[in-house]
């Protein structure tokens, strides 16, 4: 069992930047990718941006592509996501998951955190 704890969200006007932080604990062990899916309402979960431990590799939904960049810190089982150049659009509730690989992230199963909400006014 894994427990996920969002932080960062907020209100923000378009054109603005957040930090949101996800801090996994518990049964981390096989946790070997993290990221961020989204959620606005009355809309499906969206997926954002993913990242393995290994390797390196990155990958990010298209809406966000060259707007917002995933890093994490593996001492601390934590993955940020810095959005930058907001738009009303992406006003939803950010929800952060593990996975044993990016491939099984990008698929949605979860387990998901709380969420944090960001709102982004124009």
């Known amino acids: 069992q894994v427990q996920l704890v969002e932080s960062g969200g907020g209100l923000v006007q378009a054109g603005g930047s957040l930090s949101l932080s996800c801090a996994a604990s518990?049964?981390?062990?096989?946790?070997?990718?993290m990221g961020w899916f989204r959620q606005a309402p009355g809309k499906g979960r969206e997926f954002v941006a993913g990242?393995?431990?290994?390797?390196?590799?990155?990958y990010y939904g298209d809406s966000v592509k060259g707007r917002f960049t995933i890093s994490g810190d593996n001492a601390k089982n934590t993955v940020y996501l810095q959005m930058n150049s907001l738009t009303p659009e992406d006003t939803a509730v950010y929800y952060c998951?593990?996975?044993?690989?990016?491939?099984?992230?990008?698929?949605?199963?979860?387990?998901w955190g709380q969420g944090t909400q960001v709102t982004v006014s124009s």
């Open positions: 998951n593990v996975a044993t690989s990016l491939e099984r992230l990008r698929g949605g199963f979860g387990p």
């Open positions: 518990g049964r981390t062990f096989g946790t070997y990718a």
């Open positions: 990242m393995s431990w290994s390797g390196g590799r990155t």
